[in-house]
């Protein structure tokens, strides 16, 4: 299982570059979803993968196999605003 946890982290690494900012900015939180399935050496190994290989890889990619970019929401207001 652990394995598949780390190939899941690194296509999510690819795909997504939400996911990625997220990532480099706390990887601890990033990672929380996976963290049950993976070792503490691939928790280490996954942050040590380097940003600009994940961006460049990301830039080769058809995009129909990357996610869109969500923008967050600016503003405090509530949805009925």
């Known amino acids: 299982m652990s394995q598949r946890a780390v190939e899941r982290v690194l296509g999510r690494l690819v795909t997504d570059g939400g996911f990625r900012e997220t990532f480099f900015r706390d990887a601890g939180a990033a990672l929380a979803a996976y963290v049950i399935d993976l070792t503490p050496g691939e ?7 380097p940003r600009e ?13 990357c996610r869109l970019p969500v923008p967050a929401a600016t503003t405090s207001e509530g949805p009925n605003a």
Request: net charge negative; glycine share 0%.
């Open 43 to 49: 928790i280490d190994a996954l942050r040590h993968v």
């Open 53 to 65: 290989a994940l961006a460049a890889l990301e830039a080769r990619l058809d995009d129909r196999i």
